[in-house]
């Protein structure tokens, strides 16, 4: 009997391979406990914004998909920081890159989730538009390819482009996983009704590039 390894797995496999071909040994021994450090600042924070926004919710029966998508951020999309991951950056210059960061995801958030209802992507963004009825511990249950392009390549390339360092890469980590759980955990905030009304409310927090489009819907 012959395994076959499922899509999701297959994505995880060849991105890894495909990044990993191209960082030298040194590299790997010196950022690898910084980027376990960073994937696990990312799950802790999910767990954490999941309890603080509903209480309710067993996190031990949340999808599959949020599980798998959980490991995937670290092994299919973290080692990318690998690239131009910069140390010692001041202190004022990572404060500085994390508002940055916070200010341009809309737009990046945007134009992604946008492609991502066009026809031939939005197969692989129909999974996660089964939640009418949202809540927090959903906020990452999406097909792997969704995830990592949606959810994880527009953090690590927004941190990347800013220059952060790694109290930078931590706290930018943390704010955009807060995000992502808050836009789930309130059935009254701007994202939720994306859920209900699929052609309005593409970006995130204020969304201010929706307001400016006339793709905004208020709730």
């Not at 066009?118 to 995830?147: C, M």
């Not at 930018?172 to 859920?195: I, K, P, Q, R």
């Not at 409310?201 to 307001?211: H, L, P, Q, S």
Request: charge should be positive; charged fraction near 10%; glycine fraction near 8%.
């Amino acid at each position: 009997m012959h395994y076959v390894l499922k899509p999701p797995c297959t994505t995880c496999v060849v991105v890894c391979y495909c990044v990993l071909r191209t960082i030298s040994e040194n590299n790997i021994k010196m950022f690898t406990p910084l980027l376990l450090c960073l994937w696990l600042v990312h799950v802790v924070t999910f767990f954490i914004c999941v309890y603080l926004f509903q209480s309710n919710v067993n996190i031990t029966q949340l999808p599959k998909n949020v599980y798998h998508n959980l490991a995937l951020s670290g092994l299919g999309g973290l080692p990318l920081v690998f690239f131009v991951f910069r140390p010692n950056i001041p202190l004022w210059r990572e404060l500085v890159g994390v508002i940055v960061c916070a200010g341009l995801e809309d737009v990046l958030f945007y134009i992604v989730h946008r492609l991502m209802h066009t026809g031939a992507l939005y197969r692989f963004h129909r999974h996660h538009h089964k939640w009418q009825n949202v809540h927090a511990g959903i906020a990452f249950d999406a097909s792997s390819v969704e995830h990592i392009l949606c959810n994880v390549l527009p953090v690590v390339l927004l941190g990347m482009f800013c220059g952060l360092g790694f109290r930078g890469m931590v706290s930018w980590f943390m704010l955009s996983t807060w995000g992502s759980v808050s836009a789930h955990g309130d059935v009254t905030c701007n994202h939720a009704e994306h859920h209900r009304r699929p052609s309005y409310n593409y970006g995130t927090g204020v969304m201010i590039v929706d307001r400016l489009l006339g793709t905004f819907y208020k709730n």
